[in-house]
Antibody, heavy 122, light 107 residues
């Protein structure tokens, strides 16, 4: 079945960068957009952006423009989200989530990865 | 960006109760509205898409309705496993945006 498996928890210092991976199983990786969503502790869900794994074209939320980079490695069916210049308020669980439709995307998120906790602390 | 206003932010109910959550968009989003369930420590799970379409495998006690700017999510008869948090999300345009969430608690 379709499954997304993310990399493990990270602890980073302010100003550093973090790169989270999301490996896809059970479907053709290049056929479906991948989104990234984050959730700060006790807070709601915040969309960060998406990538078309086939073309590599990305769309980022304005809030993260200049700090986020989404990439993919099609040879290993893995998507990546790198966030730079980390601040304490970047402490959150970061999720990848697949759009279940072949392009054009329907902007629906299903399924989701298990989440990766990124803690930013000095 | 499209703002999604979800209400209430929390509610208390009993097993067997009918529960309704509303979500309002800041502009017309037609039927491009999804609902997710999130249990503590877990990733969100898609329940409803296109405002009223039930995702495969989701129990029929969950339903959604609405179009334009006003949407409703209903659980017809609350089960013990339904006491958790629910989010709406507009899929009309990027950036995708979510409602603030509704926590359904046991009365």
């Amino acid at each position: 079945q379709v499954q997304l498996v993310q990399s493990g928890a990270e602890v980073k210092k302010p100003g550093a960068s973090v790169k989270v991976s999301c490996k896809a199983f059970g479907y053709t990786f290049t056929g479906y957009y991948m989104h990234w969503v984050r959730q700060a502790p006790g807070q709601g869900l915040e969309w960060m952006g998406r990538i078309n794994p086939n073309s590599g074209v990305t769309n980022y939320a304005q809030k993260f423009q200049g700090r986020v980079t989404m990439t993919r490695d099609t040879s290993i069916s893995t998507a990546y989200m790198e966030l730079s210049r980390l601040r304490s308020d970047d402490t959150a669980v970061y999720y990848c989530a697949r759009d279940p439709s072949t392009p054009p995307p329907r902007e629906i998120l299903d399924p989701w990865g298990q989440g990766t906790l990124v803690t930013v602390s000095s | 960006d499209i703002q999604m206003t979800q209400s209430p932010s929390s509610l208390s109910a009993s097993v067997g109760d009918r529960v309704t959550i509303t979500c309002r968009a800041s502009q017309n989003i037609n039927s491009y509205l999804s609902w997710y369930q999130q249990k503590p420590g877990k990733a969100p799970k898609l329940l409803i898409y296109a405002a009223s379409s039930l995702q495969s495998g989701v129990p029929s006690r969950f339903s959604g309705s609405g179009s334009g700017t006003d949407f409703t999510f209903t659980i017809s008869s609350l089960q013990p496993e339904d006491f958790t948090t629910y989010y709406c999300q507009q899929s009309y345009s990027i950036p995708l945006t979510f409602g603030g969430g509704t926590k359904v608690e046991i009365k």
